[in-house]
């Protein structure tokens, strides 16, 4: 993975543990102050890499110590602990829940400050309501936001086919119900997705932490949308996971879908179930350097072709979802309705000009293939497995593919 979790959305998640500088009252000589971030770090040394000794809660009443060395640090005493936290997330007056409100819905604030804002009144006060809702309401602002960043420069860019197939569903699926569905194929506590056009923000609580993806749908026809195509691409842009703060947690919370133990999310066509395997990222860049779709080669005194028997290529698909998990399909290429085989792929790695990969197939993870692209033939891999299947031979890319072809016609024989 390109470690581009957009940087943002870490720091999104940084802005409801601290303030934005210039929001709060400079810290006194002496005294009472009282911490005016959400939740801030009291630390062992004045340093961001210095150990925190407790995380303060806005509100709380400190007393300010001497001893801080450091511009822009002060050295507290809250409770009974001791340690130094930055002097802009301290101040004299007690923060009061209406003037955060009213800073949270102030439209002359960017939308990063409003978020900000709201965030720290909904950890003063958590049962208020319109705290929560502004919380909510102002972290997808503020990633839609950034993710009109992302799609036109510095985005991950990664595209995935997401087949909303009606025949198999034997139902009715909308394009937002068909990326949920798929968005939803991994364990998780709850998620929340939020839909404007064709636009998405997904935040998920996986294993303690959110798991936020952005991104758009598009059509596989090029330059328009269109929500009655049962095929469609999602173009995901960036991918953060962190801890986040109490009041985000909750409040995002309120409005979630919450795990469905069920089955019924994974399709046994395609040899889904929930401990998939998920590519590491370097692994998944480098399998996303082979091409998609490999004709299977015939091989006739010497000379290899492709063969078209009754209308149909026999080959393999390598297909990767929207978590990065992997499988190679063995199909009829245009492709049938379903696949003949499917393995999933565990991991991969490359030695000059030979792919390594580590296959499960129906969930036991004991098979290998080797990928030699290109050999000496440049559009033409050899591929192998160990234990060896009846599959493995050559393969050609479906843009660098043997012009020879051979057709066999079902009812008049070979041409």
């Not at 822009?72 to 802009?88: I, M, N, S, Y």
């Not at 009606?166 to 968005?183: A, D, G, K």
């Not at 609580?205 to 330059?223: D, F, I, P, Q």
Request: glycine share 6%; with cysteine; charged share 25%.
């Amino acid at each position: 993975m390109r470690k581009r979790t957009s940087g943002f959305h870490l720091r999104s998640w940084a802005l409801c543990l601290g303030v934005i500088g210039g929001a709060s009252v400079r810290a006194q000589e002496a005294g009472s102050v009282y911490i005016q971030g959400s939740e801030v770090n009291l630390r062992g040394s004045a340093s961001t890499d210095g150990e925190v000794v407790k995380k303060v809660l806005i509100g709380t009443e400190c007393q300010k110590l001497e001893g801080a060395q450091k511009k822009g640090w002060v050295r507290l005493k809250c409770g009974k602990a001791e340690g130094f936290t930055l002097e802009k997330l301290v101040g004299a007056d007690k923060p009061g829940l209406e003037t955060l409100l009213a800073q949270a819905q102030d439209a002359a604030k960017s939308a990063k400050e409003r978020l900000d804002a709201a965030a720290r009144a909904a950890t003063l006060d958590p049962q208020n309501e319109q705290a929560s809702q502004l919380l909510t309401q102002l972290f997808f602002d503020v990633n839609f936001e950034q993710l009109a960043k992302d799609k036109k420069k510095g985005g991950l860019h990664e595209s995935f086919l997401v087949v909303c197939n009606q025949s198999i569903m034997r139902s009715s699926f909308t394009h937002e119900e068909c990326l949920t569905r798929e968005l939803e194929k991994i364990e998780y506590d709850w998620h929340q997705l939020s839909i404007r056009d064709n636009r998405f923000v997904s935040a998920m609580l996986r294993e303690g932490n959110l798991v936020v993806y952005t991104g758009h749908m598009k059509s596989r026809a090029k330059g328009r949308f269109d929500p009655d195509d049962d095929e469609f691409s999602v173009i995901v842009e960036s991918r953060s996971s962190s801890t986040v703060s109490d009041a985000l947690r909750n409040s995002l919370q309120k409005g979630a879908r919450t795990s469905d133990p069920s089955q019924n999310k994974y399709s046994i066509i395609d040899d889904e179930s929930a401990d998939m395997p998920t590519l590491p990222p370097a692994a998944y860049q480098l399998l996303r350097s082979l091409p998609p779709v490999w004709y299977n080669l015939q091989e006739q005194s010497g000379e290899k072709f492709i063969l078209v028997n009754c209308g149909v290529i026999s080959g393999n698909v390598i297909r990767v979802d929207l978590h990065r998990r992997a499988s190679i399909q063995t199909s009829d290429l245009p492709e049938g309705e379903f696949p003949r085989r499917v393995a999933r792929i565990k991991d991969i790695s490359k030695s000059d000009s030979t792919y390594n990969l580590q296959l499960c197939v129906t969930q036991k993870c004991q098979t290998s293939l080797t990928i030699t692209w290109p050999t000496n033939e440049p559009s033409v891999s050899q591929w192998k497995t160990e234990p060896p299947d009846p599959s493995d031979g050559y393969y050609s890319t479906s843009k660098g593919a043997p012009n020879k072809i051979k057709v066999r016609d079902c009812n008049r024989g070979m041409e």
